[in-house]
Structure formats: C-alpha cells, structure tokens
C-alpha cells in the first residue's frame, strides 16, 4: 500500500509564494505518474497539476505562469511550487499517485 504525505503549506499574503511537497513511501517507491488537486469547501476537486517521469508537467490554465510542478524520484518527491498566489488559491491542496491521496495541506492566500 502507498502511502502519500504533504506539507509546506500555510498562509501567506497575496503575491507571496509557498513550495508543497508529497513523499510516498509504501509498497511503490517510483510512481510514474503524480498530480496535484486542490478543493474548497462545497466545490469538487480540480486537478492543478500533473507529472509523468521523465517528462515535463501539465498545469491546469488558472495556474499556468505561476506554479511549477517537479519531481524527485530519489526521494520519492513531487512538488508544487506556488509564486504569485492570489486569494482565489485558498484552498485544501492533495496529493495523488498509484491510486492513493495525501491527508491534505491547507494553503491560505489572504491578506
């Protein structure tokens, strides 16, 4: 079984950036493909981000610019790096790989 673990979220005013990052440990230790989702309360999840190995990622439009999705395979790492956040980024970010999800990490853009 795979288990995913975020963190580095938080608060921070507009304009300001936050690095996310999701470990996976388990049964899996390279999972080919990762994302990031995010969710507000009362909203469906929506997919942000996305990486396959080897490759480059895939942003979804509302984050094109801003985030950076990477990977480190040594450590079984993916990360979101968040710049120019704006308020409309507050929400709950999730880890998603070999069918597993993170706990979540709550990222807060507020000023």
């Known amino acids: 079984q795979v288990q995913l673990v975020e963190s580095g979220g938080g608060s921070v005013q507009p304009g300001g950036s936050l690095r996310l990052s999701c470990t996976a440990s388990?049964?899996?230790?390279?999972?080919?493909?990762m994302s990031w989702y995010r969710q507000a309360p009362g909203k469906e999840r929506e997919l942000v981000a996305s990486?396959?190995?080897?490759?480059?990622?895939n942003l979804a439009d509302s984050v094109k610019g801003r985030f950076t999705i990477s990977r480190d395979n040594a450590k079984n790492t993916v990360y979101l790096q968040m710049n120019s956040l704006e308020p409309e980024d507050t929400d709950v970010y999730y880890c998603?790989?070999?069918?597993?999800w993170g706990q979540g990490t709550l990222v807060t853009v507020s000023s």
């Open positions: 998603h790989g070999a069918g597993a």
């Open positions: 388990g049964a899996i230790l390279n999972i080919d493909f």
């Open positions: 990486i396959y190995t080897g490759r480059s990622g």
